[in-house]
């Protein structure tokens, strides 16, 4: 299944206008409510350190063997319109199509729950390191104006539709269903014989990624038409619902 690197930004010294918080903070709270989205949809998550730098996210995304890089700010107007502006930017690499097309997906979801969606828009870009560097297709999200008092608000009181478009986005870019958060819970498969089909989406002639045993425990983040979201040892995917038993 497919594995996102998170990075929500690092810059605590951009103080929102309502006194409630950094970019930074607001950010990695949007992150945390996004984790649910993605470990009931089956997408595996690396995050990036707070205490690091944004070149510090770039070198730790490259490191590992990334789907996809994903970086969140919220943005700040030039002096001359201090707290004037509006809006969210998705800016993502110029020639690369599923940047774009990750871009694209995520504004469009973006604009079902931003209250201007007109100012909802997408931008290539050359000189954000965080698009430009990354070695997985990435996109960086100025969610908002943090200097705004409108868009400050909207940001702390809407971080759940946010974070749930942004879900949805992902889950149409890896092309699998998406699948609302529940309350996780612990499993064992049941079977008579052979082992269980854990599969990259649900459906029954999905590639297999692991085999899973009778009497192997599980945990299951969600359920779609029949199928659960099951991880299982290091493994993230889809099997059939009948062979597992709740504990």
Known sequence: ?????LSPSTQDWNPYVTGSG????????LTDALIPYLQ?????YERNDPDGTAADAIRQGNSGNYDFYLALHSNASPEALAGRVRGIIVFYYPGSAKGFRAAELIAEELRAVYPNPELVTTRPTTSLGEVRRPSAPSVLVEIGYHDNYDDAVWIENSRDEIAAALARALT???EVPFI???EPFRAVVRLNYGTLNLRERPESGAPIIADLPNGGEVMVYGAWEGWYVVYWRDYAGYAAAAYIDRE
Do not use: K, L, W
């Not at 009931?40 to 595996?44: F, G, Q, V």
């Open 180 to 182: 609302e958060p529940s």
């Open 40 to 44: 009931a949809n089956a997408i595996r």
């Open 172 to 174: 149409e870019y890896f």
């Open 1 to 5: 299944m497919p594995i996102v690197f």
């Open 22 to 29: 950094s970019e930074e903070y607001h950010m990695n709270q």
